[in-house]
C-alpha cells in the first residue's frame, strides 16, 4: 500500500523568500511522485513529477522537488516566493503497477507582502 | 483544447435527493478518474473507467455511489438519497493512457456538493 504524510498543513511565507514544502511517502513498489498546485476555486495543476529519472526535477513556476530515496522523501521548493504561489499544494505519489493516485492532505501556503 | 469540463461547478441538494455529477473528458482522452476531496482533506480515489468499462471502483462507497462513461457523452458520477456527509468537492481527472504508465492526468475545475 501507498501513502504520503505532508508534514505541514499551513506554511506562512514573505515574499521574495523560500518555499520549502515537505513530504514523505511509503510504496511499495517503485513510485512516480507529483506535485500538485490547487488555487481557489480551480482544478488541480501539475507542478511537477518525478519517475524514476533525475532525481532532481525541475517544474513549472520555478518549483523544483528532490527525490530521496534513503529518506523517503519528495520535498518542494522555490527560491524565491511570488504572490501568486499562494495556493494550497498537494504531494501524490502512484504506484508504477497501479492506476490511483494517493493524495497527501495538502499544505497550504500563504505568502505576505 | 478545451480542458476537462466538469459541471455543474456548484450543486446543491436536500437530504435524500439525488446527484448528478457530469465529466467531459479531454479530446482523445479514454480514461477516467473520479475523486472525492472532503473539507480539509486530500483528494481520495473513488473509480476509475474507461469507455463503458469500470476498471476499478475500489475507492467508491458500497451503496449509493455508481459511475459510468459510456460510450458517447460524459462520465456521470450518481449518488442516490445523498446525506450531509456526501458534502464534497467531486474531482474527475482524464488521460490518453492508463497512468499505470505514468502518464500525466488532467484535472477539471471540480463540482461542489452541498447537502442541506
Redesign the interface.
Known sequence: AQS?T?LDSHVSVSEGTPVLLRCNYSSSYSP?LFW?VQHP??????LL?Y?SAATLVKGINGFEAEFKKSETSFHLTKPSAHMSDAAEY?CVV?E???????????TRVLVKP | NAGVMQNPRHLVRRRGQEARLRCSPMKGHSHVYWYRQLPEEGLKFMVYLQKENIIDESGMPKERFSAEFPKEGPSILRIQQVVRGDSAAYFCASSPISIATNEKLFFGSGTQLSVL
Do not use: P
Open positions: 504520503v505532508q512516480s500538485y476555486n480551480k482544478g488541480l495543476q501539475l513529477k519517475t498537494f502512484s508504477a503497477a497501479g492506476n490511483k493516485l494517493t493524495f497527501g492532505g495538502g
